[in-house]
């Protein structure tokens, strides 16, 4: 899918863009005095910062390749995401972050695993099982988002896919080492309006290109007329591998992205970094705004492109690459460029943010919670960028043969997610009698069956609800069973965490 002949312009705005990355993260070095500024930020961000972390973190190589590539292969049946994912990043907001934010300024903590381990009492074993967690699902998203990076690098410089990959991995990996989270609020605060304006450039252009929406709606109905439907019929498994979006499954997938999503530490960290509580009344609304009208033009995007295909003008490799053949289909060679700087941008604007998650992951909950209680803030930021460098190589090298669809990849992640980190956060924010065994019960079995009915529907047989439901009923009923046959939590801590069936209080 390489394309040699872009022009000497298409690098020169490629490696600017890069530049420019790079020269934020070396202003942000600057302001790195603490651990806390590494972390959170020295949690100062503001509206505007915030809004776009939010969602830069949740706009990812699944957004706009992924996203894409799934309009393409099933049509509106697969439109439920659309709702789903900017669902979540209200969700994170709101039912998570303003609790989270209450109480981690109040005992001044860093990350979600110092929450959980101080709401159930149990400052190793809850955060060494989170903190496995973390990295695990984080690593895993993160080679989704690098093998975005790849391709979008591979088809603009007509460049082998692996150093397309290298020169993505390292300008991340280096902007995210120099400066923090200041270094991913500040890139993202940029590469989301670049997104959300360069996608407002690009969809109905593609869209038009391709005779418009009757017209993608005729030709999708001549493939496959279940293409039309909110759902494809309730047929397990699938005859068709594009007919997955069953009603069944989609009740799963509700669960998977909206709720989810939002668990991921990459994204419900940022609320602990915010400056004002204020922030969290209109930032929801703003971010779903935003994020639906992104996600509805790609998703069209991508089938506008699988009917310029049934209608022989184009070709195509894989349905991951279905924006970047709408762009170059429908778009000036002129502006390909770019465009993909738009690409690059929402793929990074998530990878820096999943790489400081692994990085104060390992400085703060592993290096100083665990083992050096008495470690200077110094040696916490070192060993933070040390983890950076090494899981930025370790995802890497798992990137190099990636999956065919990305999403499939991704999806991995959030299902894991969805299974270890959603019932602990809400049932610990909101339930008073969740106490520290229900929390262990519930973080292990959800962890370890997600990942055992992850590879059971990917290498043995298909299930009718996506692979996480299963798992996430059964983190549910043990964190049921495991909180209400022990003894429950103290007043005094229930009162102090500001557990209740409430959002303020």
């Known amino acids: 899918m390489g394309n040699g002949n872009l022009g000497t312009g298409s690098i020169i705005v490629v490696f600017l863009y890069l530049a420019a990355m790079l020269l934020i993260g070396a202003a942000a070095s600057k302001k790195i005095k603490t651990a806390s ?35 393409y292969v099933g049509g509106w049946p697969t439109f439920w995401e659309q709702i789903f994912v900017p669902l ?16 981690c300024r109040d005992k001044e903590f860093l990350t979600l695993q110092d929450y959980l381990a101080y709401r159930f009492e149990s400052p190793r074993a809850v955060r060494t099982i989170s903190s496995v967690a973390v990295l695990t699902t984080t690593l895993i998203y993160l080679v989704g988002q690098y093998t975005a990076i790849a391709i979008v690098l591979k088809w603009l410089l007509g460049i082998p896919q692996t150093l397309a990959l290298l020169i993505g991995a390292m300008i991340v990996v280096i902007y995210v080492l120099l400066g923090g989270l200041y270094a991913v609020a500040w890139t993202t605060l940029f590469q989301g309006f670049i997104i959300f304006f360069g996608v407002l450039l690009a969809a109905p252009l593609i869209i038009n290109g391709a005779g418009g ?38 009740v799963s997938f509700f669960f998977l992205l909206a709720l989810g999503l939002g668990s991921g ?29 992104i996600m509805y033009l790609i998703k069209i995007s991508g089938m506008a492109v699988r009917s310029l295909v049934a209608n022989g003008a184009v070709a195509i490799e894989k349905p991951d690459d279905a924006f970047l053949v709408g762009i170059k289909y429908a778009l000036p060679q002129a502006s390909w460029s770019l465009l993909a700087v738009v690409i690059l941008a929402a793929v990074m604007s998530t ?23 008495d470690a200077s803030p110094e040696n916490v930021t070192l060993v933070s960028r040390i983890a950076v460098i090494v899981f930025g190589i370790l995802s890497f090298l798992l ?11 991704i999806w991995m ?7 270890t980190f959603v019932v602990p956060i809400l049932f610990g924010l909101y339930w008073k009698k969740a106490n520290r065994q229900g929390a262990l019960w519930s973080m292990v079995s959800g962890y370890v069956t997600a990942l055992l009915f992850g590879a059971y529907a990917k290498f043995v047989a298909p299930l009718p609800f996506h692979f996480s439901f299963y798992a996430f009923l059964i983190s549910i009923a043990a964190m049921l069973i495991g909180s209400l046959v022990t003894r429950p ?4 801590l229930i009162k102090e965490s500001g557990t209740g069936f409430f959002v303020r209080k």
């Open 37 to 71: 500024d590494y972390i959170v930020a020295g949690k100062s961000m503001g509206f505007w910062l915030f809004v776009m972390l939010i969602l830069g973190s949740t706009t990812s190589g699944m957004t706009l390749l992924g996203v894409a590539g799934l309009g």
């Open 88 to 103: 979540t990043c209200a969700v994170a907001i709101i039912f998570y972050g303003y609790k989270l934010y209450i109480v």
């Open 213 to 250: 929406i009757s017209h993608i709606n005729a030709t999708m109905a001549g493939i496959d007329p279940n293409m039309l439907r909110l759902a494809y019929p309730q047929v397990h498994p699938p005859s068709p591998g594009y007919a997955f979006a069953t009603p069944m499954f989609l």
């Open 265 to 293: 530490p990459h994204i419900v960290n940022n609320a602990i970094s915010v400056k004002e509580k204020k922030y969290f009344k209109w930032s929801p609304l703003v971010v779903f705004v935003m994020y639906i009208i």
């Open 351 to 373: 990878t820096d943010r999943l790489l400081l998650v692994i990085g104060s992951c390992c400085g703060w909950d592993f290096y100083k919670q665990l083992f050096k209680k």
């Open 399 to 409: 990137a190099i043969k990636p999956p065919l669809l990305l999403a499939w990849l």
């Open 413 to 419: 992640g959030i299902g894991v997610m969805l299974a």
């Open 489 to 492: 939590p103290s007043e005094e």
